[in-house]
T-cell receptor
Framework: GAVVSQHPSWVICKSGTSVKIECRSL??????MFWYRQFPKQSLMLMAT?????????EQGVEKDKFLINHASLTLSTLTVTSAHPEDSSFYIC?????????????FGPGTRLTVL | AQRVTQPEKLLSVFKGAPVELKCNYS??????LFWYVQYSRQRLQLLLR??SRESIKGFTADLNKGETSFHLKKPFAQEEDSAMYYC???????????FGAGTRLAVHP
């Protein structure tokens, strides 16, 4: 149990276009979902936290108008990279928390590799 | 400032040797710490958490508040332990995790 999927697993797009990445919790309801980005050979950096039905909380330095997050249901969150540029190329990973307490485990998706040409 | 430091980018050992992956943290308050592992071409998965005081795949980690450390140890490394290991600190509300830079463990035959 506790599987998180991401779609697509990889995407290549032209500069200036928008890309949507989906994160789904397949067998549980996720009260909170998180979006990370990971540059090659670097650690995961939290971009934003989203709770179902409310606005996402963005980390300092993350442009909320560029990285649009929607958490419309307890099993789906989407990250839209608007007007993508080559510097947005990265590995984007989501995670989902199943419970409501701080110590509940986060389950990670397999990641989406975005390449912007 | 809340921070997790993993000083070693790469730890290379031979099979059967003891392993210690270092993790130090900076946090005001009572920390909650985790070790995550990422095997080649697989997703990040939880290895263990300090509140559980458990041993997973032979790994253990003890929280040392005096030294602000949460080092990961295994007495006898196996080749299948080769992976990327991340130490993480739970921060603030919403189960927010702060990750260290990660240490790549390479276990040679």
């Amino acid at each position: 149990g506790a599987v998180v999927s991401q779609h697509p697993s990889w995407v290549i797009c032209k500069s200036g276009t928008s890309v949507k990445i989906e994160c789904r919790s397949l067998d549980f309801q996720a009260t909170t979902m998180f979006w990370y980005r990971q540059f090659p050979k670097q650690s995961l950096m939290l971009m934003a936290t989203s709770n179902e039905g409310s606005k996402a909380t963005y980390e300092q330095g993350v442009e909320k108008d560029k990285f649009l997050i929607n958490h419309a249901s307890l099993t789906l969150s989407t990250l839209t990279v608007t007007s993508a540029h080559p510097e947005d190329s990265s590995f984007y990973i989501c995670s989902a928390g199943r419970g409501v307490t701080r110590t509940d485990t986060q389950y990670f998706g397999p990641g989406t590799r975005l390449t912007v040409l | 400032a809340q921070r997790v430091t993993q000083p070693e980018k790469l730890l290379s050992v031979f099979k059967g040797a003891p392993v210690e992956l270092k993790c130090n943290y900076s946090y005001s308050g009572s920390p909650e710490l985790f070790w995550y592992v990422q095997y080649s071409r697989q997703r990040l998965q939880l290895l263990l958490r300090h509140i559980s005081r458990e041993s997973i795949k032979g790994f253990t980690a003890d929280l040392n508040k005096g030294e602000t450390s949460f080092h990961l140890k295994k007495p006898f490394a196996q080749e299948e332990d080769s992976a990327m290991y991340y130490c993480a600190l739970l921060s603030g509300g919403y189960n927010k995790l702060i990750f260290g830079a990660g240490t790549r463990l390479a276990v040679h035959p």
